[in-house]
């Protein structure tokens, strides 16, 4: 029973610690967002600001256009994530029971490569293709990159949960006369909601929090993202606004934590009630 204390405890500490590690940039960020220039200047700065000041936010919005930049990343995120999940969930479902055909086995080969390609790899040829098809600085090319990056990662995760719906489910259906659609929106999608909210949530922050080919792709301001905004509180020698970056970052950052606080009570959820029905 020590031992079995003992092994527990060090299991809190180690999460506690882990939690801690993760939690601490957030902090800090939250921190120099609400320190005044003096504050920030300070060659020993404190974690509570001394005299909170919301100057670092005023002068953010001031000095770039972060409600344009925001609206843009939200229709990118919000268009790619809804297309990820349309087109990967039938393909999916196909992986899913089929898995062992030829051609299950090469699309899970194909996610797996995928992956291992480095942004840099790609940007060249995918610079020029979208260059013909004449959707550079546009978000509609951005938001086809999004589907086609986060796409192979979906259809993975998605295969996943939908493995884990029982055949026997569906042979039900189809036994109490429901035909195949029937049944694919009757039964097997309402058992696949948890993990079409997963894959969306996965697909939003991706889009959300990707600077690379939005920096690249997007070349007007009023084109471009959350992310590449950003890079505009850094001076041309390198030399960081601190005060107002850190004030533009952490309202960047609030709407990723915002959706995964709330999801994530309907994904535990939705995952409780398949296995009910199950």
Known sequence: MRRRRAARAGQYLALLGYLVFLAFPLLWLLSTAFKPP????????????????LDNFRQAF??????????????????????????ATPMAYVMARNHRSPLSRAATGWVVVSQAFPFVLVIIPLFLVLKNLYLINSLSGLIMVYVVWSLPFALWMLAGYARAV????EEAAAVDGAGRLRVLVSVTMPLLAPGLVATALFAFITAWNEFFFALVLLKTPQKQTMPVILTHFI???GVADLGPLAAASLLATLPSLVLFAVIQRRITSGTLAGAVKS
């Open 38 to 53: 003096r504050e920030l200047a300070s060659p020993d700065p404190g974690w509570i600001p001394l005299d909170p000041t």
């Open 166 to 169: 029982p055949r026997e489910l």
């Open 235 to 237: 001076g041309a020698e």
């Open 62 to 87: 001031d000095e770039q256009p972060l409600l344009r930049a925001a609206a843009n990343s939200l229709t990118a995120s919000v268009a790619a994530a809804v297309i990820t999940v349309v087109i």
